[in-house]
């Protein structure tokens, strides 16, 4: 599947182009002041009729700062790259300085070590002082998954590039927690990707964990009293209470676990009144708000700090 991967992760890359400006910086590269990404052509080929030479890159970003501008070439990896990256990939680059007429650089997302080490090569061009290396991102080197920003993107692209453990159980509940705050254009996509790219031994646990606690049973349960409430007493009123009843209880419940799992996975300490806390909240917004503070956070004071 490495052509389902390797698109996977263009079109994440694609849909946002933030999480390149993340990338670049986790790199060690710096953007113009004020620079805000915009997705350029990624066909690179020369115009000039002598040079019909296709230049098809994965994806190219133009970066428009407050006093000049920059081109970003981004190919994905996901094997030791050939003797052919080695000749296209300078071309990239100088094509991208031309076609754009300001300076260019490579971001390489590397999805496995081999992906890794093979692409921080340095590439001898032979014109003294023009080796070329690009930047290089992926697999180990990007920001931890989970958190505020592009929290399931991150965690998708670290499931994708072999950098995310999915043998523990609370592994696998952070994986999931993480990518539920996916728009829900994206939602299903994602859990596709991590149930096809886990590892064999995970994914059937994966499953599991998908139909057992990423579900709300409580909403099925409280509609089902609704409606038999409804038709004893004959009103309408009783299945709207009980569906109305049912989602909310669905909600806070599904909020809870959430954030259970989110301070396991971030090491914070849950004794038995945070616990009971959490449980007795029916409030799905105030559980939501919890949650968010408990991915960036470090103690359970900052996570529940009134």
């Given at each position: 599947?490495?052509g389902?991967k390797?698109q996977?992760?263009v079109?994440i890359?694609?849909?946002?182009?933030q999480l390149?400006?993340?990338l670049?910086g986790?790199?060690g590269f710096?953007?113009?002041?004020?620079?805000?990404?915009?997705i350029?052509?990624?066909?690179?080929?020369?115009?000039d009729?002598?040079?019909?030479k296709?230049?098809?890159?994965?994806?190219?970003?133009l970066f428009q700062g407050?006093?000049?501008?920059?081109a970003?070439?981004?190919?994905?990896?996901?094997y030791?790259?050939d003797h052919k990256?080695e000749?296209t990939?300078?071309?990239?680059?100088?094509s991208?300085?031309?076609?754009?007429?300001?300076?260019?650089?490579?971001?390489?997302?590397?999805a496995?070590?081999?992906?890794?080490?093979?692409s921080?090569r340095?590439?001898?061009?032979?014109?003294?002082?023009?080796?070329?290396?690009?930047f290089v991102t992926?697999?180990?080197r990007?920001p931890?998954?989970?958190g505020a920003?592009?929290?399931p993107e991150?965690?998708?692209?670290h499931?994708?590039?072999?950098?995310?453990?999915l043998?523990?159980?609370v592994?696998r509940?952070?994986a999931?927690?993480s990518?539920?705050?996916?728009?829900?254009d994206?939602y299903?996509r994602?859990?596709?990707?991590?149930r096809t790219?886990a590892?064999?031994?995970?994914?059937?646990?994966?499953e599991k964990?998908?139909e057992?606690h990423?579900?709300?049973?409580f909403?099925d349960?409280?509609r089902?009293q609704?409606l038999e409430?409804?038709l004893?007493?004959?009103?309408?009123?009783?299945l709207?209470?009980g569906?109305?009843?049912?989602?909310?209880?669905g909600?806070a419940?599904g909020?809870a676990?959430l954030?259970?799992?989110?301070l396991?996975a971030?090491?914070?300490?849950?004794?038995?009144?945070?616990?009971?806390?959490i449980?007795e909240?029916a409030?799905?917004e105030?559980l939501n708000?919890?949650?968010?503070?408990?991915?960036t956070?470090?103690?359970s004071?900052e996570?529940?700090?009134?």
């Amino acid at each position: 599947m490495p052509g389902l991967k390797h698109q996977s992760i263009v079109q994440i890359l694609r849909d946002e182009p933030q999480l390149v400006v993340m990338l670049l910086g986790q790199s060690g590269f710096r953007l113009p002041s004020g620079a805000i990404p915009v997705i350029a052509d990624s066909d690179l080929s020369h115009r000039d009729p002598g040079m019909l030479k296709e230049l098809l890159t994965d994806n190219v970003f133009l970066f428009q700062g407050m006093h000049e501008r920059v081109a970003v070439v981004v190919e994905v990896q996901t094997y030791r790259p050939d003797h052919k990256r080695e000749l296209t990939w300078p071309c990239y680059v100088t094509s991208a300085r031309a076609v754009h007429d300001c300076k260019a650089y490579m971001l390489v997302f590397a999805a496995s070590r081999d992906a890794v080490m093979g692409s921080e090569r340095v590439i001898e061009i032979g014109q003294p002082g023009f080796d070329f290396r690009p930047f290089v991102t992926g697999h180990r080197r990007m920001p931890p998954p989970g958190g505020a920003l592009w929290g399931p993107e991150l965690m998708v692209l670290h499931v994708l590039a072999g950098s995310f453990d999915l043998s523990s159980h609370v592994a696998r509940m952070f994986a999931l927690a993480s990518i539920a705050a996916a728009h829900p254009d994206r939602y299903d996509r994602y859990v596709h990707l991590i149930r096809t790219f886990a590892p064999r031994h995970a994914r059937e646990n994966l499953e599991k964990l998908m139909e057992d606690h990423f579900k709300d049973p409580f909403i099925d349960r409280w509609r089902e009293q609704g409606l038999e409430q409804g038709l004893e007493q004959g009103l309408e009123q009783g299945l709207e209470q009980g569906l109305e009843q049912g989602k909310q209880l669905g909600r806070a419940e599904g909020a809870a676990r959430l954030l259970l799992t989110i301070l396991a996975a971030r090491g914070i300490a849950i004794v038995d009144q945070i616990r009971t806390r959490i449980n007795e909240c029916a409030d799905p917004e105030q559980l939501n708000r919890w949650a968010t503070r408990a991915a960036t956070s470090t103690t359970s004071d900052e996570v529940f700090a009134s």
